[in-house]
């Protein structure tokens, strides 16, 4: 019986295994026909930025900019000059959010107040990745 169990497991397995590699070759053939990353729309854009400052505690936070950047115009409110956010050249979006935020996720030494703000700023890149989030008072 532990003889067919196991034969069955490596069965499963391969048959995982091969659509894995059909789903990673369908979507390398997919990426390499298209020349250009994806890209999600300036509403996609705010949806992400919006989950994130659920996160910190405002799921209703009023959005006052969005906008389509390159990465060394998309620092952050009160950063240094030279924190601009990903390569000089790479698309962004900057999403600016006002409302009442606490980052309880953040990563703090044991014992440090969570950062908080009355505006957010997420920083992504057009495909939706987060570059990152700044909390700010205005």
């Not at 067919?4 to 789903?23: E, H, Q």
């Not at 799921?59 to 950047?69: E, F």
């Not at 620092?75 to 790479?90: F, K, V, Y």
């Amino acid at each position: 019986m532990r003889k067919k169990f196991a034969a069955l497991l490596v069965l499963a397995a391969s048959a995982a295994g091969v659509w894995a590699t059909r789903v990673m070759d369908t979507a390398a053939s997919s990426a390499a026909s298209s020349s250009e990353p994806p890209t999600i729309s300036v509403a996609q854009a705010q949806q992400i930025a919006l989950v994130r400052a659920s996160s910190a505690g405002d799921a209703t936070p009023q959005i006052s900019t969005s906008a389509q950047t390159l990465g060394e115009t998309s620092t952050p409110m009160h950063a240094p000059p030279d924190a601009a956010l990903g390569e000089p050249s790479t698309p962004t979006y900057l999403v600016t959010m006002r409302g009442s935020f606490v980052m309880t996720d953040a990563h703090l030494p044991k014992g440090a107040a969570a950062p908080t703000g009355n505006t957010m700023q997420v920083v992504m890149t057009r495909a939706g990745f987060v570059l990152g989030i700044h909390l700010g008072n205005e």
